[in-house]
């Protein structure tokens, strides 16, 4: 089982839909990334969290430390929002998820 | 905002090749870099730590001698593939701790790396 999980592995939307992508881990950690790739390969860290929630534009990311779960959530989704999210968990190392790839259609 | 550049940001060179990527913060201090490697719609697997001024820490099954990494200045680390083979070929990614900043960690674009 891996130390960080993802779901949905793959997530087709239209343009602006709610998007909620899920990340649970099962080790001990002291911050949560979530990071957008782009089909380049380019990554991008769109939060950090230790607890609680952040917003920044149209996405927000929260963390319950004591259910070790965080979700992203984009509202009012567009096309350029496709990409692949991918959680990644920061114990000794970062450990990451294996990504959610989102596409968003006009 | 803090900016990681990576560079080159894509090689095409002949088996047998050594291939240097550069990784620098440009706007932070970075004592600790990380490389990544990441195969196709695959996660990122983390190759080795990099601390400015000291020996890499490799991760397990990586070969040190293949992938020569130094962190001379606090800004710029670099990953040296030597004799580079067809399977070297892969996606590197670097990543910087920023030093001042409780920890944030920012992401190069990465390095495309194709070698025939």
Redesign the interface.
């Known amino acids: 089982k891996n130390e960080v999980e993802q779901s949905p592995q793959n997530l087709t939307a239209q343009e602006g839909e709610f998007i909620t992508i899920n990340c649970s881990y099962s080790v001990g950690i002291s911050?949560l990334?979530w990071?957008q790739q782009h089909p380049?390969?380019?990554?991008?860290?769109l939060f950090?969290l230790s607890s609680g929630k952040k917003k920044h534009g149209r996405l927000i990311a929260t963390i319950n430390i004591q259910e070790k779960h965080s979700s992203l959530h984009i509202t009012a989704s567009h096309p350029r929002d496709s990409a692949v999210y991918?959680c990644a968990v920061?114990a000794d190392?970062?450990i990451?998820?294996?990504?959610t790839r989102l596409q968003v259609f006009p | 905002g803090a900016v990681v550049s990576q560079h080159p940001s894509r090689v095409i060179c002949k088996s047998g090749t050594s291939v240097k990527i550069e990784c620098r913060s440009l706007d932070f201090q970075a004592t600790t870099m990380?490389w990544y490697r990441?195969f196709p719609k695959?996660?990122?697997m983390?190759m080795a730590?990099s601390n400015e001024g000291s020996k890499a820490t490799y991760e397990q099954g990586v070969e040190k001698d293949k992938f020569l990494i130094n962190h001379a200045s606090l800004t710029l680390s670099t990953l040296t593939v030597t004799s580079a083979h067809p399977e070297d070929s892969s996606?590197y990614?670097c990543?910087a701790r920023d030093s001042g900043t409780?920890?944030?960690?920012?992401?190069?674009?990465?390095t495309?790396l194709s070698i025939l």
């Open positions: 911050a990334h990071l380049g390969g380019g990554i991008v860290s950090m991918i920061r190392k970062l990451f998820g294996t990504g | 990380f990441q695959q996660s990122l983390l730590t996606f990614i990543s409780g920890g944030s960690q920012h992401f190069g674009d990465g495309r």
